[in-house]
């Protein structure tokens, strides 16, 4: 079973920017696509971003569309949510997602394991 560790979440005021990363344990990372969803308290949990396995192709929920960039470097089992122009209604837990193939996802349904959450918390 794959373990899959974020980082990077904190404090930001409206328009700075974060990046989140997401560290996989295995020898098969590079086999699979890679996602981040987010969840506001009281919300169900949304697509955010999804990377296929090459890192080639990506999706991106239009809310984040333009503002963040998902990347993976399959090298060191990472992947990246750089998150710039930061808006309040971005605060929420952001989950890292392992995709059940090689291609981008943006259901959780697509979703074969999940991170632990890192809080991002954007003050107006």
């Known amino acids: 079973q794959v373990q899959l560790v974020e980082s990077g979440g904190g404090l930001v005021q409206a328009g700075g920017s974060l990046r989140l990363s997401c560290a996989a344990s295995?020898?098969?990372?590079?086999?699979?696509?890679m996602g981040w969803f987010r969840q506001a308290p009281g919300k169900e949990r949304d697509f955010v971003a999804s990377i296929s396995w090459s890192g080639v192709s990506t999706v991106y929920a239009d809310s984040v569309k333009g503002r963040f960039t998902i990347s993976r470097d399959n090298a060191k089992n990472l992947v990246y949510l750089q998150m710039n122009s930061l808006k309040p209604d971005d605060t929420a837990v952001y989950y890292c997602a392992r995709g059940k193939g090689t291609a981008r996802f943006s259901t959780t349904q697509r979703v074969d394991s999940w991170g632990q959450g890192t809080q991002v918390t954007v003050s107006s």
């Open positions: 295995g020898r098969t990372f590079s086999n699979y696509a």
